[in-house]
């Protein structure tokens, strides 16, 4: 084998782990991960066959690794806020309305939750070229739509050419796949053969091309419409009758800030030994509680099969671990980020007005400001009063999980007043006698802190942080809001000041995050650029983070690309745009009754959800 070709080849089974690029996170429950101190490393884990297909009246079916379940029953999750915001996966923003599109719409390849290696999905395999710039991906032959009809090589040219590269929706994986300012070609070779050529070898490629299929014969008009009516398709208003889908489920019912009932797919291409398809379950229910407090309620009144539990719930949750018919999972640390960001934007709207008021400009631009904010935040406090002791504090962009983490950076620095201070006096700021600080033009410090209500950590992060800017003379006004209205304001509007919140991401490949950290990526948080804007000046740094996130996906040496990637986490801890403050060590408990379990680091507890079962004996 060629020795390039045999690089990607271990890239691919060391670094894939997701599909899907950085997503706000708005907590969902059955996304855990665990805290090696308090419980221990999970061990439970099963080992798995390898996957293979098995063709059956002519259809490809994917096998089940899982010993065989039984049919019926539903299991019970939640999520945190008003619910999903769409169920057009290639629109969403949000991991509640991903998460849902991801049961619904299937993807060429995923992840094997317990090596990581790419394997395959709708598609049965992929052939890459020696010069690494070809792939050739076969599909399984007879997987169908919900609606009966055969999923091909053209829904997957059309998914590509129509919308993701036609710039639809969220541009994520666009903009992801730009290498060397071209983006790949596709084509059909025949009805279940599709090549992908690409400008130069490009290391995340094939976790990139494995992407969620739409179908043609449904979407094709609705593009034809424009992207205006693409970004209001299958909005949440929809028929679910009107849906069509390839996932293991599709939606029967959604009733807002209450529930989103998704039932079983008949047609979906994956079966047990004794040839029964699956999924095994009825339906999966997704409750839409107001808070945390409320969702620990329901679970404890039965309501709910699963839910994260918090660092200081875990003594109340250990204690009726034993009697009430639940186990806590422990899977290691968390993979996403927790974080402050500052609204750096200097620009003007297309009406000709300022996004963020030109004094708060000048402040949230200074870097010394930045800095000071950064030395006055007590995370060791937010560990031990917020998540109990079961959270590290966190320092860089990469999480606490990353094989990419900068570990010079990951210890960070203790919280440090007096150096803070000393700070935004270099920079001109100076308090009065009342402890009040002025900007050198004499301006009193004020700004607005948003978070997602109902969050409550989140919300206990807003208070500690308004708590220990009050030391440095900073008034800050801690506004919690729903989720939907934050969204809206960081993407749509940029009327923010500072927002408290958190990213999901891959801890096995950082160009995941190519959306938060180009400068015109569509979650680059801090700088937005918005179609009109005015002055659109990119910061030296940033365009340094641009270089390196080109490189880093071009090199396939594993050290080199930790080199590259050690780099980008040194410019974001010096710059400081975004303050991270802790990685919670999140746990996870569910119900006994749920059968073929197998929670993974990588996959998280109910990775395989189309092989769970319920046995309601337990």
Same mark, same amino acid.
């Given at each position: &084998?060629?020795?390039?070709?045999?690089?990607?080849?271990?890239?691919?089974?060391?670094?894939?782990?997701?599909?899907?690029?950085?997503?706000?996170?708005?907590?969902?429950?059955?996304?855990?991960?665990?805290?090696?101190?308090?419980?221990?490393?999970?061990?439970?884990?099963?080992?798995?066959?390898?996957?293979?297909?098995?063709?059956?009246?002519?259809?490809?079916?994917?096998?089940?690794?899982?010993?065989?379940?039984?049919?019926?029953?539903?299991?019970?999750?939640?999520?945190?806020?008003?619910?999903?915001?769409?169920?057009?996966?290639?629109?969403?923003?949000?991991?509640?309305?991903?998460?849902?599109?991801?049961? &619904?719409?299937?993807?060429?390849?995923?992840?094997?939750?317990?090596?990581?290696?790419?394997?395959?999905?709708?598609?049965?395999?992929?052939?890459?070229?020696?010069?690494?710039?070809?792939?050739?991906?076969?599909?399984?032959?007879?997987?169908?739509?919900?609606?009966?009809?055969?999923?091909?090589?053209?829904?997957?040219?059309?998914?590509?050419?129509?919308?993701?590269?036609?710039?639809? !929706?969220?541009?994520?994986?666009?903009?992801?796949?730009?290498?060397?300012?071209?983006?790949?070609?596709?084509?059909?070779?025949?009805?279940?053969?599709?090549?992908?050529?690409?400008?130069?070898?490009?290391?995340?490629?094939?976790?990139?091309?494995?992407?969620?299929?739409?179908?043609?014969?449904?979407?094709?008009?609705?593009?034809?419409?424009?992207?205006?009516?693409?970004?209001?398709?299958?909005?949440?208003?929809?028929?679910?009758?009107?849906?069509?889908?390839?996932?293991?489920?599709?939606?029967?019912?959604?009733?807002?800030?209450?529930?989103?009932?998704?039932?079983?797919?008949?047609?979906?291409?994956? &079966?047990?030994?004794?040839?029964?398809?699956?999924?095994?379950?009825?339906?999966?229910?997704? $409750?839409?509680?107001?808070? @945390?407090?409320?969702?620990?309620?329901?679970?404890?009144?039965?309501?709910?099969?699963?839910?994260?539990?918090?660092?200081?719930?875990?003594?109340?949750?250990?204690?009726?671990?034993?009697?009430?018919?639940?186990?806590?999972?422990?899977?290691?640390?968390?993979? !996403?980020?927790?974080?402050?960001?500052?609204?750096?934007?200097?620009?003007?709207?297309?009406?000709?007005?300022?996004?963020?008021?030109?004094?708060?400009?000048?402040?949230?631009?200074?870097?010394?400001?930045?800095?000071?904010?950064?030395?006055?935040?007590?995370?060791?406090?937010?560990?031990?009063?917020?998540?109990?002791?079961?959270?590290?504090?966190?320092?860089?962009?990469?999480?606490?999980?990353?094989?990419?983490?900068?570990?010079?950076?990951?210890?960070?620095?203790?919280?440090?007043?007096?150096?803070?201070?000393?700070? @935004?006096?270099?920079?001109?700021?100076?308090?009065?006698?009342?402890?009040?600080?002025?900007?050198?033009?004499?301006?009193?410090?004020?700004?607005?802190?948003?978070?997602?209500?109902?969050?409550?950590?989140?919300?206990?992060?807003?208070?500690?942080?308004?708590?220990?800017?009050?030391?440095?003379?900073?008034?800050?006004?801690?506004?919690?809001?729903?989720?939907?209205?934050?969204?809206?304001? &960081?993407?749509?509007?940029?009327?923010?000041?500072?927002? @408290?919140?958190?990213?999901?991401?891959?801890? $096995?490949?950082?160009?995941?995050?190519?959306?938060?950290?180009?400068?015109? !990526?569509?979650?680059?948080?801090?700088?937005?650029?918005?179609?009109?804007?005015?002055?659109?000046?990119?910061?030296?740094?940033?365009?340094?983070?641009?270089?390196?996130?080109?490189?880093?996906?071009?090199?396939?040496?594993?050290?080199?690309?930790?080199?590259?990637?050690?780099?980008?986490?040194?410019?974001?801890?010096?710059?400081?745009?975004?303050?991270?403050?802790?990685?919670?060590?999140?746990?996870?408990?569910?119900?006994?009754?749920?059968?073929?379990?197998?929670?993974?680091?990588?996959?998280?507890?109910?990775?395989?959800?189309?092989? $769970?079962?319920?046995?309601?004996?337990?």
């Amino acid at each position: &084998m060629d020795k390039f070709k045999k690089i990607v080849y271990l890239l691919a089974i060391i670094l894939f782990v997701t599909v899907s690029c950085f997503r706000i996170d708005n907590p969902t429950k059955e996304m855990i991960t665990t805290n090696n101190g308090i419980l221990g490393q999970q061990k439970e884990v099963t080992t798995y066959k390898p996957y293979s297909t098995q063709t059956f009246d002519g259809i490809d079916y994917r096998m089940s690794r899982s010993p065989i379940g039984k049919y019926g029953g539903q299991i019970v999750t939640s999520t945190i806020g008003e619910g999903p915001k769409t169920f057009n996966p290639w629109v969403s923003k949000d991991a509640t309305s991903s998460q849902i599109g991801d049961l &619904m719409y299937d993807s060429l390849f995923t992840t094997d939750p317990v090596t990581g290696e790419v394997i395959p999905s709708l598609a049965k395999e992929m052939a890459v070229s020696n010069d690494l710039k070809t792939y050739t991906i076969k599909l399984r032959q007879g997987v169908k739509w919900s609606d009966g009809k055969e999923i091909t090589a053209d829904d997957v040219v059309f998914t590509w050419e129509d919308i993701i590269l036609a710039g639809l !929706g969220n541009t994520s994986i666009r903009d992801s796949v730009l290498i060397d300012g071209e983006y790949p070609h596709v084509r059909k070779i025949d009805k279940y053969t599709v090549e992908f050529k690409i400008k130069k070898p490009f290391a995340p490629f094939q976790r990139i091309v494995g992407t969620q299929i739409a179908p043609e014969h449904i979407f094709k008009d609705v593009v034809k419409k424009g992207a205006r009516y693409f970004d209001s398709y299958l909005g949440t208003t929809i028929n679910p009758k009107d849906i069509v889908a390839s996932g293991p489920f599709i939606l029967e019912e959604y009733v807002p800030a209450q529930r989103v009932i998704l039932k079983r797919n008949p047609n979906y291409y994956a &079966m047990d030994e004794q040839h029964n398809l699956l999924p095994y379950i009825d339906k999966y229910v997704i $409750l839409i509680v107001g808070d @945390l407090n409320n969702e620990l309620l329901k679970f404890e009144a039965g309501e709910l099969d699963v839910i994260s539990v918090r660092g200081k719930d875990l003594a109340r949750f250990k204690s009726k671990e034993k009697k009430s018919g639940f186990k806590i999972y422990n899977l290691g640390p968390n993979t !996403g980020t927790m974080f402050l960001a500052f609204n750096l934007n200097t620009r003007k709207n297309k009406e000709g007005k300022d996004y963020v008021p030109p004094i708060k400009q000048k402040w949230f631009n200074n870097l010394n400001f930045r800095t000071a904010i950064d030395y006055a935040i007590d995370r060791n406090a937010m560990v031990y009063n917020i998540a109990n002791g079961a959270a590290e504090p966190l320092f860089t962009a990469e999480s606490l999980s990353s094989i990419f983490l900068n570990e010079k950076l990951a210890s960070g620095h203790e919280q440090n007043i007096e150096y803070a201070k000393q700070l @935004l006096k270099d920079a001109g700021f100076y308090t009065d006698n009342n402890g009040v600080l002025h900007d050198k033009d004499g301006n009193i410090v004020e700004f607005d802190l948003y978070t997602n209500a109902g969050q409550t950590e989140r919300e206990a992060c807003g208070v500690m942080v308004k708590e220990d800017l009050k030391e440095l003379g900073i008034k800050v006004n801690f506004k919690p809001i729903e989720f939907n209205s934050l969204v809206n304001k &960081m993407m749509t509007t940029s009327d923010w000041d500072m927002v @408290l919140m958190g990213l999901t991401g891959s801890p $096995l490949e950082p160009h995941s995050g190519k959306n938060v950290w180009y400068s015109k !990526g569509h979650l680059h948080l801090f700088n937005m650029r918005f179609q009109g804007d005015t002055n659109d000046t990119v910061l030296d740094w940033e365009k340094e983070l641009d270089d390196i996130i080109e490189q880093g996906a071009l090199e396939l040496d594993y050290s080199k690309r930790k080199e590259i990637y050690d780099k980008y986490q040194q410019i974001i801890y010096d710059e400081r745009p975004i303050i991270y403050l802790y990685s919670p060590l999140t746990m996870t408990a569910v119900r006994n009754r749920i059968k073929n379990l197998y929670p993974t680091p990588l996959g998280g507890t109910l990775h395989n959800l189309d092989e $769970l079962y319920i046995d309601d004996s337990i």
